[in-house]
């Protein structure tokens, strides 16, 4: 996309951050290694997506939820 010069935007998980540090046009993340936390990094997420969808400045956004991968950590742990 980027070498189309598609603007693209990410929200949520960091490892996609650094995994592709000049993909992003703009980023709003949070750590994702907290497997306990499992609403902080979801709830940047439902809070600011449709700001930037509205802003229509973006071809693409990324939106990546951890809660239920996190929930799934803490019940492996407990069992």
């Known amino acids: 996309m980027k070498r189309n010069n ?7 998980d960091d490892t996609w951050f650094h995994m592709f540090p000049k993909s992003f046009d703009y980023k ?3 750590e994702s290694f907290d497997v306990r936390d499992v609403d902080t990094d979801d709830n940047i997420i ?9 802003e229509n400045k973006y071809d ?8 239920i991968d996190h929930s799934g950590h803490l019940y492996n742990d407990s069992n």
């Open 28 to 30: 709003f993340v949070s």
């Open 6 to 12: 598609k603007t693209i935007a990410l929200l949520g």
């Open 60 to 67: 693409f956004i990324v939106g990546h939820l951890l809660g």
């Open 46 to 54: 439902i809070n600011n997506i449709e700001d930037l969808i509205k």
